[in-house]
Nanobody
């Protein structure tokens, strides 16, 4: 029902910045939240950030607080992840996800199984 197209990944040096974009199409009116997850080689998928679509409330993993910012553009049905002060440990495939579920608490959106639709992933490589 919802298609997600990601862009903005690439190769940067430690300390640099990247902005990832995720454009949603289809039945986007059912979306309650969108999030970013990442997966490094040999590791499980990890929560990065989430935004509640109706209110714009944001939530972050401890590992990225103060460095990453999730935001939205309602008119474009697009969510962004601004990544500053990138570290080698941030290197991973980053996935955009959309949820159509209503949660009783925000922590619900930090779990990958809470999301119904996923993008194809975009590679972020951090050198040095």
């Amino acid at each position: 029902q919802v298609q997600l197209v990601e862009s903005g990944g690439g190769l940067v040096q430690a300390g640099a910045s990247l902005r990832l974009s995720c454009a949603a199409s289809g039945r986007t009116f059912s979306t309650t939240a969108m999030g970013w997850f990442r997966q490094a080689p040999g590791k499980e998928r990890e929560f990065v950030a989430a935004i509640i679509w109706s209110r714009g409330s944001t939530y972050y993993a401890d590992s990225v607080k103060g460095r990453f910012t999730i935001s939205r553009d309602n008119a474009k049905n697009t969510v962004y992840l601004q990544m500053n002060s990138l570290k080698p440990e941030d290197m991973a495939v980053y996935y955009c996800a959309a949820s159509a579920a209503s949660a009783v608490r925000p922590s619900y959106y930090s779990v990958a199984t809470s999301y119904n639709f996923w993008g194809q992933g975009t590679q972020v490589t951090v050198s040095s």
